[in-house]
């Protein structure tokens, strides 16, 4: 099983819409590294959710349900999406700038790639997330 990080801003599409949804086709991601890792995506994958822009925090945990296939929103080029569901949200949101002091998540691509939308995360900092935002 591979672990990755999606973004949305809430305003645009919030935890809470999702959750209501219970569904969601993950389109409009228009990075190729983005795209690549959507295509990396196998379905089972578990997913952090991230509100960007407004809260900056990781909110939730999601998971792939659909590989990638082409994207219907896609007026030109190459690019993908795939299907994700909710699968419980973090009892506590883990905040972008606690994750910045922690030393085991330094490395981690929400960090070093801020600008990245939908990133991978490694094993240990995906567990690391979830202790964090089990609210312990």
Request: positive net charge; aromatic residues 10%; contains cysteine.
């Amino acid at each position: 099983m591979n672990y990755w990080l999606v973004k949305s801003e809430p305003s645009c599409y919030s935890w809470e819409t999702f959750t209501k949804e219970g569904h969601t086709v993950w389109e409009g991601v228009r990075n190729y590294a983005a795209r690549n890792n959507l295509r990396a995506m196998k379905r089972g994958d578990k997913v952090l959710y991230y509100h960007s822009n407004e809260g900056l925090e990781i909110v939730g945990v999601a998971k792939v349900t659909k590989e990638s296939y082409p994207d219907p929103s896609a007026k030109e080029g190459d690019w993908s999406v795939v299907e994700l569901a909710p699968v419980k949200a973090l009892k506590r949101p883990v905040r972008l700038a606690e994750i910045k002091t922690i030393p085991q998540l330094k490395d981690m691509q929400l960090v070093k790639l801020s600008r990245l939308s939908v990133s991978a995360v490694t094993p240990e900092e995906f567990d690391f997330v979830l202790k964090m935002g089990a609210g312990n």
